[in-house]
């Protein structure tokens, strides 16, 4: 039984007339089998009554012999539709099947002929027309198939009435013919409305194959995309976090605190609330680095960026290093007292380091000056006159001897004061 070729999608409508047929074999397969076991029971019926009431014993091996062939065919469907070796070999096997079960019923009122009365043979002959309708029915899907049973049968029947020199069988045979005529003619629209619902259902079926690769490819498509997406957006934030890095201390550096601070302005005019920012450097650095060299001002510059990382304890805080050893905290929201707290922490702490520097004028270790303003923005660019006010109470910070936090406000004292 032949098996129809592989989907292949250079050539879909190819593919679509073989699905077809490959549906319509299935199909046939499925009514084969299906009708195996009525055929037989009529074939009994038939052997049972022929040799009850008309004395013709030989109706029995009739019998046997068709459930044999019937045997036979329900094997070779059932081994075309389960895949049991025959489905690549020739369907001329199911065909010949069903023309030997149409033989035998074709036979079957010619075993009767001499053995039994009208009636009787009336009976013979229109129990072998219901199987030759049947088949068309049965058979529809398939028009070989419908030929291969039904054109012995009625080859049996025309030759029985031939046989009986009777009119009124002569007018049997007329009207078989005219009945078998009908039949062929509802088959063939019956086969046409069958063919295409299958053809729609496979183009259907193959549509949605098609929407469903399709979908897969683009999902595929889609997910790589988002995944280089994915790659480069980490690439990009891994390059701003670079670019807005200093190399040395790790902390923010002098683009990113710019940018910081433009940010925080904005939004401290948004909400009017207060800014406060601290700006530092290290007293008597140039001496410590011709005393001990650059790469120990290197240690000593990390020592600071350490120590005001750990008091930005808030999530909006920022320590940047915006110089050579200078550096600058911006504190959101921060009024001023907390703002002088916090600096004058971080310089306790980074006095309480202890590092030792031979080269300061003030102590025997490394000390740091601040500087601290505090305002609520009255427009957007007012980050530059705090940054102003921050480095000018750190310039108060070294005159007035280094090593403390000079707040905006002593400004105004000192200026009262000269």
């Keep these: 039984?032949?098996?129809?070729?592989?989907?292949?999608?250079?050539?879909?409508?190819?593919d679509v007339r073989t699905d077809v047929k490959r549906e319509q074999w299935q199909l046939l397969l499925s009514n084969v089998r299906a009708s195996t076991v009525p055929t037989a029971l009529v074939g009994g019926l038939f052997a049972v009554f022929f040799s009850h009431f008309a004395s013709a014993p030989h109706t029995?091996?009739?019998?046997?012999?068709?459930?044999?062939?019937?045997a036979a065919r329900w094997w070779l469907a059932a081994a075309g539709e389960g895949g049991l070796g025959l489905?690549?070999?020739?369907?001329?096997?199911l065909h010949l099947s069903l023309f030997a079960s149409g033989l035998l019923w074709g036979a079957?009122?010619?075993l009767v002929l001499h053995h039994a009365d009208d009636t009787l043979l009336f009976t013979a002959v229109l129990?072998?027309?219901?199987?030759?309708?049947?088949?068309?029915?049965?058979?529809?899907v398939s028009v070989a198939a419908v030929v291969a049973m039904v054109l012995p049968i009625v080859l049996g029947n025309l030759a029985m009435i031939a046989l009986a020199h009777s009119t009124a069988y002569y007018a049997l045979g007329a009207a078989l013919l005219l009945l078998y005529g009908h039949q062929a003619v509802v088959m063939a629209q019956s086969r046409r409305v069958l063919?295409?619902?299958i053809r729609l259902r496979v183009e259907n079926a193959l549509l949605a194959s098609q929407l469903s690769a399709q979908a897969d490819k683009t999902a595929a498509e889609l997910e790589r995309r988002m995944d280089t997406e994915r790659v480069l957006r980490a690439s990009r934030d891994k390059a701003e976090r670079m670019s807005g890095t200093d190399s040395l201390t790790d902390i923010a550096n002098r683009r990113y605190f710019?940018?910081?601070?433009?940010?925080?302005i904005s939004r401290a005019f948004r909400e009017r609330t207060q800014i406060s920012l601290v700006l530092c450097d290290i007293d008597y650095f140039k001496q410590y680095n011709?005393?001990?060299?650059?790469?120990?001002?290197?240690?000593?510059?990390?020592?600071?960026?350490?120590?005001?990382?750990?008091?930005?304890?808030r999530g909006g805080d920022l320590a940047a290093r915006t110089g050579g050893e200078e550096f600058a905290l911006i504190l959101p929201n921060t009024d001023h007292a907390a703002a002088l707290r916090l600096a004058e922490n971080a310089r306790s702490a980074f006095d309480g380091l202890a590092i030792v520097h031979a080269g300061s004028a003030l102590k025997a270790n490394a000390t740091a000056s601040f500087g601290v303003a505090t305002m609520v923005p009255a427009h957007l660019e007012a980050g530059e006159a705090l940054i102003r006010r921050a480095d000018q109470a750190l310039y108060l910070a070294k005159s007035r001897g280094r090593n403390q936090v000079v707040s905006e406000s002593a400004l105004e004292q000192n200026m009262r004061a000269s």
């Design 195 to 197: 063919a295409k619902q």
């Design 60 to 70: 029995q091996w009739w019998w046997a012999a068709l459930l044999s062939v019937l």
């Design 258 to 264: 710019d940018r910081r601070l433009k940010q925080e």
């Design 290 to 313: 011709d005393t001990y060299g650059h790469q120990q001002g290197d240690e000593c510059i990390k020592a600071l960026a350490r120590v005001l990382v750990a008091f930005c304890r």
């Design 1 to 14: 039984m032949t098996e129809p070729k592989a989907y292949n999608e250079n050539s879909p409508a190819f």
């Design 87 to 93: 489905r690549r070999g020739p369907d001329w096997c």
């Design 108 to 110: 079957a009122p010619l």
């Design 127 to 140: 129990l072998a027309a219901g199987v030759a309708l049947s088949a068309f029915g049965s058979f529809s």
